[in-house]
Structures are given as structure tokens and as C-alpha cells.
């Protein structure tokens, strides 16, 4: 066994510790729990949007999205050839580089889409976190994560404060749709797809934060009392799933976070934190003998860490001087945490077709957003390599990964004129 394999399996940080099978079965279980009882570790949030029907053409929607890294606004319409973005803006998210107060945060979203009101019909909010949707549709802020900073955010009505901002600015009331990101993607990729050629469809975003979503007939929302059987969206919130095994890596980390314990499954396999992960892997490896003198000088030096430049380093596209066994060893540290992402990913996605039954008589619809996936050059092998062997051939599932530029845009807008 080489040095680093040894290592990581010490301290608990072996990808391998995520058995596809079990992990799977636990995260279905807590699904369930969550759908029958109000559950912190998946909250199983009813969102009381639908979207099994085509998207209305030719009506424009005002979208804001307030992601993990970027704030956006644009004006979106469908037209007979596909979705139209107009007047795109894009800024740094309130509160990511220093705190912000709900009614700055309030102010700068109003601000920013007042010249897009004499054209939009309707706002669509994309709210990148955790808020209990209303059936009104309008969002309760339960709590921001991804070490975003907002203070008073805590129970504010997102739709409520921002048409009353919007009021106090001259603009006449239009109808709000808050929406988080995950059924924003669901919407997005579906949209310009046949819905009939898929046995279900299910929302993944893999970027900055990671969360799921799927549509589930009503009455299955027991806590909630639902009795018809037209199927909801349901915004998992799976990112907040603490029962994977944690390693010694990822309780350090934690404990240096402001949120500790809280979304450690995020904390686990999103791109806000794996190049951390990995910092602080690679600087244990380097104290504990697994590197050479000169490579251990080299890591034990180094200030920070970001995913992009470890899911560089973990393909081979290794610093200068490192190589002969400190490559071997750093590349095989870099990959397991990697490679254990896709397995908690993985076991996510197929607990939601254990719920759901997608995949079984046609393929599910596996709608993605996000820069992990779509820019690693690391993760997404090791998440169809999962999929391969525990959706379809344990499973017998069928699926396909979708993607669509802009999709949370495109998708907010869709959710708005579908609801």
C-alpha cells in the first residue's frame, strides 16, 4: 500500500467508506422521515410549484439569482425557439466578502432589478438556501449557508420585504415566485425537452453548495397533510444529510467553520469546501512523513487551497518540483476526496429514484447545474462510474445527465410562468 493510501485510510478519509448500498438506503430512509415529520438533517421542503406542462411563451419574467458566489438579474422569455436572456447582471453575493444586513441585502436586490420592472410581468427569486416556501410561494429564510454572511436574515419573508422595498421605490405590485436554485435547474433543464420521453425528472446542483430536488405526488408530503395525488416539487435541502461517515479532515475543518455542524454532507462533496478538504489532507500529510523534505517544505507553505487548483493538481497538472512518489502520493489524496464526493453525490441520486421509482420504465431526467460538475476535471468520471454501478446495475435504473447553460435563470423564469 503506498504511503498515502495508508494515510488516508488512518484517518478515516478513504472514499471507500462511502458503501454505495448502505449509504444509499440511509439517505432514502431519512427521504421518508423527512416527508413525514419536520426533520433538520433533510427538511423535505413542499415548494407548491408544479412543471409537467410546457412553459407559456412570449411573457417576460424579471429573475434574480442569489447564488452561493454570484448575485444575478436578468429578463427572461420563451419564445417558439428557446429562452431569451436579456439584460444580464452579474455582481458579487451580499455578505460573501463581508457581513451584510437583510435590508442592505433587500435594498441591493430591489436596486438592481428596478430597470427590468417596466417590462417584467412577474419576479422570479432564486434564493440559493435554505427558506420554507409558503403557499403563496414566497420564501421564509430558514438559514444561508457557504459562508455567506447576511445577519437578520433568519424568518424573513423574501417575497413580502422585496415588493414592499419595491413599493417604497414607485414600482405597482406584481406577482413574486421564490424559488431555490435546485427546482430552478429542475425547471431549467426540462424546459425545452419532450416531458414524455422521460420517467421522471429530478434537480441536481453540484457547485458552490450542493442540494436535489425531485416531484413526488402531493399526498406523499405527510407531514403536511396533502391529499390529491398531482405530483409537487420538493426541494430536498440533502446538502444539510449529516450521515455520512466523516473523516479526521473534515471534523477539522468543521470546527474552524462558523456553522459547524450544520450541512455537513455539503461540507463533504460541494466546491466551496473540497479544495479546503483537501488543504488541510495534504498539510497533515506533509507533518506526518508522506512527503519528501523538499515537498513538505513546499505544502506545509502554502496559504490556501481552492477546489479549481486542486482538481487541477489531482489530473496530474502537478506544481513544479513535485513528482516521482510526492505526485503519486498527492494526486492520490486529491482523488479520494474527489472520488468521495461523487459516492455521496451518487448515493443522493439514487435514493431519490428508490422514492420516486424514476428511471424504471424510461430514463429519469437528471437535470444538473453547477461548476463541480460541469468543470472538474475529476468529479464527474468518478460520479458516472457510481451511477454505472449502483443505479443500473444494482438498481436497473435508467437515466441521463441534462445540462443547460444559464440554467437557473432560464428555470426561475419557467417556474414563475408555471406557477
Known amino acids: 500500500m503506498i504511503k498515502a493510501a495508508e494515510f488516508m485510510e488512518r484517518h478515516g478519509m478513504?472514499?471507500?467508506?462511502?458503501?454505495?448500498?448502505?449509504?444509499?438506503?440511509a439517505i432514502y430512509a431519512e427521504m421518508v422521515r423527512g416527508l413525514e415529520e419536520k426533520l433538520d438533517t433533510m427538511p423535505m421542503i413542499a415548494t407548491y410549484l408544479r412543471g409537467e406542462t410546457d412553459v407559456p411563451k412570449n411573457r417576460k419574467?424579471?429573475?434574480i439569482d442569489a447564488g452561493g458566489t454570484n448575485f444575478r438579474t436578468a429578463l427572461v422569455s420563451f419564445t417558439k425557439e428557446g429562452a431569451v436572456i436579456e439584460k444580464l447582471e452579474k455582481h458579487d453575493m451580499p455578505g460573501l466578502h463581508e457581513p451584510a444586513d437583510w435590508t442592505d441585502f433587500i435594498s441591493h436586490t430591489a436596486q438592481s432589478i428596478l430597470p427590468l420592472m417596466d417590462e417584467a410581468e412577474a419576479i422570479g427569486f432564486s434564493f440559493s438556501y435554505a427558506a420554507e416556501i409558503t403557499p403563496e410561494k414566497d420564501g421564509r429564510v430558514i438559514s444561508i449557508t457557504k459562508?455567506?454572511?447576511?445577519?437578520?436574515?433568519?424568518?424573513?419573508?423574501?417575497?413580502?420585504?422585496?415588493?414592499?422595498?419595491?413599493?417604497?421605490l414607485g414600482v405597482p405590485e406584481k406577482k413574486i415566485v421564490v424559488i431555490n436554485d435546485t427546482p430552478a435547474t429542475l425547471f431549467g433543464g426540462s424546459a425545452p425537452l419532450k416531458k414524455n420521453r422521460y420517467d421522471g425528472f429530478i434537480g441536481l446542483v453540484v457547485g458552490t453548495g450542493a442540494n436535489s430536488?425531485?416531484?413526488l405526488?402531493?399526498?406523499?408530503?405527510?407531514?403536511?397533510?396533502?391529499?390529491?395525488?398531482?405530483?409537487?416539487?420538493?426541494?430536498?435541502?440533502?446538502?444539510?444529510y449529516c450521515g455520512f461517515p466523516q473523516g479526521d479532515f473534515d471534523k477539522e475543518m468543521d470546527e474552524n467553520l462558523p456553522d459547524t455542524g450544520h450541512g455537513t454532507s455539503e461540507k463533504m462533496m460541494s466546491g466551496r469546501y473540497l479544495g479546503e478538504i483537501c488543504f488541510y489532507a495534504l498539510k497533515a500529510a506533509a507533518r506526518e512523513g508522506v512527503f519528501s523534505e523538499k515537498a513538505k517544505e513546499f505544502i506545509l507553505d502554502m496559504k490556501f487551497f481552492e477546489t479549481p487548483i486542486a482538481d487541477k493538481w489531482?489530473?496530474?497538472?502537478?506544481?513544479?518540483?513535485?513528482?516521482?512518489?510526492?505526485a503519486v502520493n498527492m494526486v492520490y489524496i486529491i482523488d479520494e476526496i474527489f472520488e468521495r464526493s461523487a459516492r455521496c453525490v451518487a448515493c443522493t441520486l439514487c435514493a431519490i429514484m428508490m422514492l420516486t421509482g424514476d428511471g424504471q420504465n424510461k430514463p429519469a431526467c437528471i437535470a444538473v447545474d453547477g461548476s463541480l460538475f460541469k468543470k472538474s476535471r475529476l468529479f464527474r468520471p468518478y460520479l458516472e462510474d457510481c451511477m454505472a454501478v449502483y443505479a443500473e446495475e444494482i438498481m436497473g435504473r435508467r437515466y441521463e445527465f441534462v445540462t443547460v447553460d444559464e440554467a437557473t435563470i432560464i428555470g426561475t423564469a419557467a417556474g414563475v410562468l408555471l406557477n
Open 314 to 326: 489531482g489530473s496530474g497538472k502537478l506544481p513544479k518540483g513535485i513528482y516521482g512518489e510526492d
Open 14 to 25: 478513504s472514499a471507500n467508506r462511502i458503501d454505495l448500498d448502505v449509504c444509499t438506503k
Open 61 to 63: 419574467v424579471a429573475v
Open 147 to 168: 459562508q455567506v454572511d447576511i445577519r437578520n436574515a433568519s424568518g424573513k419573508l423574501l417575497g413580502a420585504d422585496l415588493i414592499a422595498e419595491l413599493k417604497r
Open 213 to 215: 430536488c425531485c416531484l
Open 217 to 240: 405526488p402531493e399526498n406523499r408530503i405527510k407531514k403536511l397533510g396533502f391529499k390529491g395525488e398531482e405530483k409537487m416539487l420538493v426541494n430536498l435541502e440533502s446538502g444539510y
